[in-house]
């Protein structure tokens, strides 16, 4: 790793995402029932591997706002990678319903059962 992407670069990006998610935290802290900074932070946190984290924020979003469906879609990928079809679908499903339907392509793309069917 070069001298410029290791004491320049890197440090920017995790300042920025640190400003990011604070500016997230404090969103929540104002407006707790705001679905948005909840979907926000959790996609922060998928970037940074904290799957736990988001899943938890992510639920909590559409927990607070069934018809967001950008959440959906993100549960969505996150249950299809733990191989929890039946979650992955439900979501996808309340996604659809919401007027997104990549999730639904995505699960039928990758050839993965509807258990509800």
Known sequence: MGFWRREVIEPM????????????????????GNARPYYQ?????RTQ????????????AVRLDAGLAEAQVSLT???????????AWR?????AAA???NAVALLERHGVQDPGV
């Open 13 to 32: 990006l995790d300042e920025g995402m640190r400003e990011a998610i604070a500016e997230q935290v404090g969103w929540i802290a104002r407006e707790p």
């Open 41 to 45: 932070l959790a996609q922060l946190y």
């Open 49 to 60: 591997g904290r799957q736990e984290e988001a899943l938890g924020l992510l639920l909590e």
């Open 77 to 87: 990928e996150i249950y299809c990678v733990r191989d929890d079809d039946a979650a």
């Open 91 to 95: 979501h996808a499903r309340l996604a």
């Open 99 to 101: 007027g997104n339907t």
